[in-house]
């Protein structure tokens, strides 16, 4: 069965931390990504990481945000820190050789 469990969001408040992981099963555990979208914007890529360990991140969370994958577990994660108002969006996480995602979860910054 192909899986892609997300857990790790939630409410903080602005300067505050968040890590976001993302289970997988039954399916190719390559490059890995994490997108999210906020109320009335499109969905936007915010961080990839290959099977070799290299990242890449949008320019908006560049410095306050790492993404990291453990391969024995099978899990990305995505640590979030410094966290800004416009970092509230519904994170998704992506597994692009399969192009598959997982459901969702929401991250709420709020001052």
């Known amino acids: 069965q192909v899986q892609l469990v997300e857990s790790g969001g939630g409410a903080v408040q602005v300067g505050g931390s968040l890590t976001l992981s993302c289970a997988a099963s039954?399916?190719?555990?390559?490059?890995m990504d994490w997108y999210r979208q906020a109320p009335g914007k499109q969905r936007e890529l915010v961080a990839v990481?290959?099977?070799?360990?290299?990242?890449n991140y949008a320019d908006s969370v560049k410095g306050r945000f790492t993404i990291s994958r453990d391969d024995v577990k099978r899990t990305a994660y995505l640590q979030m820190s410094s966290l800004k108002a416009e970092d509230t969006a519904v994170y998704y996480c992506?597994?692009?050789?399969?192009?598959?995602w997982g459901q969702g979860t929401q991250v709420t910054v709020s001052s």
């Open positions: 992506h597994a692009a050789s399969a192009n598959y």
């Open positions: 990481i290959t099977r070799a360990g290299h990242a």
């Open positions: 039954g399916i190719i555990f390559g490059i």
